[in-house]
T-cell receptor, first 113, second 112 residues
Framework: QQQVKQSPQSLIVQKGGISIINCAYENTAFDYFPWYQQFPGKGPALLIAIRPDVSEKKEGRFTISFNKSAKQFSLHIMDSQPGDSATYFC????????????FGDGTTLTVKP | DARVTQTPRHKVTEMGQEVTMRCQPILGHNTVFWYRQTMMQGLELLAYFRNRAPLDDSGMPKDRFSAEMPDATLATLKIQPSEPRDSAVYFCASGFVTDTQYFGPGTRLTVL
């Protein structure tokens, strides 16, 4: 019930391409879905987040698509750049649980120049 | 630029020794999380506090790990005795009201 399943484990994209990372969850009580970006040697940092009352949120080149009925959400990186090469984690949390997040296993993205 | 700080950044110790990691959350944040990150297990939640009170430490091996918040500006994670399998990067994160967590730079622990 608490799991968040993330795929793919790794992804290689050419510069300018679209990177897509998917996550699926089981617990319908989750009400906050953030994506974190982590560079080597650094801690994860919030990239973008969505709540289930909207189906899409866009911030610059980063878009979250959310499908409540399928219990899935995905991160799309448009015009991917070598500087986007990092590990991306999806997460889910519910407000009644004091902000405690369940994280996916992470996706290592490599953008080739 | 407010940020979570962690000390030490790196720690190498021998099996059986006590290890203490410290975290200073962002001023004003009332929730503190401790995570462990390894290649095999990914990001695991060890424990978290709200308003300095422990809310959940179910992810923490109780026999050797302990977490405390002596005051609002300091969180500690202690391992005694340490074992090679404890080698990992330990992250502290803090937050307030919203679900966003702000992570520190981590402590890379190596137990020989």
């Amino acid at each position: 019930q608490q799991q968040v399943k993330q795929s793919p484990q790794s992804l290689i994209v050419q510069k300018g391409g679209i990177s897509i990372i998917n996550c699926a969850y089981e617990n319908t009580a989750f009400d906050y879905f953030p994506w974190y970006q982590q560079f080597p040697g650094k801690g994860p940092a919030l990239l973008i987040a969505i709540r289930p009352d909207v189906s899409e949120k866009k911030e610059g080149r980063f878009t979250i698509s959310f499908n409540k009925s399928a219990k899935q959400f995905s991160l799309h990186i448009m015009d991917s750049q070598p500087g986007d090469s990092a590990t991306y984690f999806c997460a889910a949390s519910m407000g009644t649980n004091a902000g405690k997040s369940t994280f996916g296993d992470g996706t290592t993205l490599t953008v080739k120049p | 630029d407010a940020r979570v700080t962690q000390t030490p950044r790196h720690k190498v110790t021998e099996m059986g020794q006590e290890v203490t990691m410290r975290c200073q959350p962002i001023l004003g944040h009332n929730t503190v999380f401790w995570y462990r990150q390894t290649m095999m297990q990914g990001l695991e939640l060890l424990a978290y506090f709200r308003n300095r009170a422990p809310l959940d430490d179910s992810g923490m091996p109780k026999d050797r790990f302990s977490a405390e918040m002596p005051d609002a500006t300091l969180a500690t994670l202690k391992i005694q005795p340490s074992e090679p399998r404890d080698s990992a990067v330990y992250f502290c994160a803090s937050g307030f009201v919203t679900d966003t967590q702000y992570f520190g730079p981590g402590t890379r622990l190596t137990v020989l």
